[in-house]
């Protein structure tokens, strides 16, 4: 029984100094109180940077959970890009059809009701708009802001400062904080 309980000793001691370098393991030429503050030392070392590997994947853990978690809300808020954008033109369109249509032709008593409607239709659309987010972009008496507006042309007029816009060719929109479309803009410059 006794040579039973030695080779279990043996094999647990052989365990323990896996991956100790040879000459680090006791060889029997050194005391062995020397020999064990080594090992004790070495043992310090290992146990040192195991803890500093544990601490950088925690922390690599960590930032990729938080990028995860932010890909998923803006994945969420910002979902329907691409079909606001598209529907963007149908709104631009309904708008320049109201705009055509002269005022007497408002007026007429056959023609109210399709006026009537279309105006409805662009109430309700910029209604989903707001529900989703998608806001027109201020431009008109403002500074160019290359962020929100893109200037198409430059216009001369003396009475407004160099910068201003002052024509708005087609309306530009954000969807919650990321701009959805600039916002098409003429701006005034000093006559020549």
């Known amino acids: 029984m006794t040579d039973k309980k030695n080779e279990a000793v ?42 500093q590997d544990v601490l950088y ?51 007429d008593e056959k023609m109210k009701p399709l006026v009537t409607g279309l105006e409805a239709t662009g109430r309700e659309l910029e209604s989903v708009f707001a529900k989703n987010g998608i806001t027109r972009i201020a431009a008109m008496g403002l500074p160019l802001d290359p962020n929100l507006h893109q200037a198409m042309v430059e216009i001369p007029n003396a009475e407004t400062e160099a910068g201003v816009i002052i024509a708005e060719m087609q309306a530009g929109y954000m969807i919650k904080d990321r701009l959805l479309r600039p916002a098409l803009v003429g701006v005034a410059k000093k006559p020549d």
């Open 57 to 107: 994947a925690q922390a690599d853990t960590q930032n990729v959970r938080r990028r995860m978690e932010k890909e998923a809300v803006d994945a969420r808020a910002y979902a329907a890009t691409n079909f606001a954008r598209d529907i963007l033109s149908v709104s631009d369109n309904l708008t320049r059809a109201l705009d055509a249509i002269p005022a007497e032709l408002r007026e």
């Open 10 to 51: 043996d094999s647990a001691a052989e365990k323990e100094m896996e991956g100790v370098p040879e000459h680090l393991r006791d060889g029997g030429d050194e005391p062995a109180e020397n020999g064990d503050a080594e090992r004790i030392a070495l043992l310090e070392e290992q146990l040192a940077a195991a803890k």
